[in-house]
């Protein structure tokens, strides 16, 4: 037979809310109500150049690609 119990979990203890089961083995499905955590405010990341750097920096090739080919790498050669 299957019958209802209210516990709270804090770690590994349980708390039984009201009647507690009379036997000495229990199995148990646990129903987990999570909460949808909506933030109050998007941040927005900041990515800008730094004012002293603006006009000074130049990208060479693919930012997630080396410029040189990996065939010209000296760490590579044996």
Not at 6 to 31: F, N, R, S, Y
């Amino acid at each position: 037979m299957i019958k209802t119990y209210q516990i709270t979990l804090e770690g590994d203890k349980v708390k039984w809310l009201g009647e507690k089961p009379k036997a000495d083995i229990t199995h148990a499905i646990l129903v987990v109500e999570e909460k949808e955590i909506i933030p109050t405010q998007i941040l927005e990341p900041k990515r800008t150049t730094p004012e002293h750097l603006k006009g000074q920096i130049k990208t060479f090739g693919d930012i997630v690609s080396p410029v040189v080919d990996e065939e010209d790498w000296e760490c590579l050669k044996e």
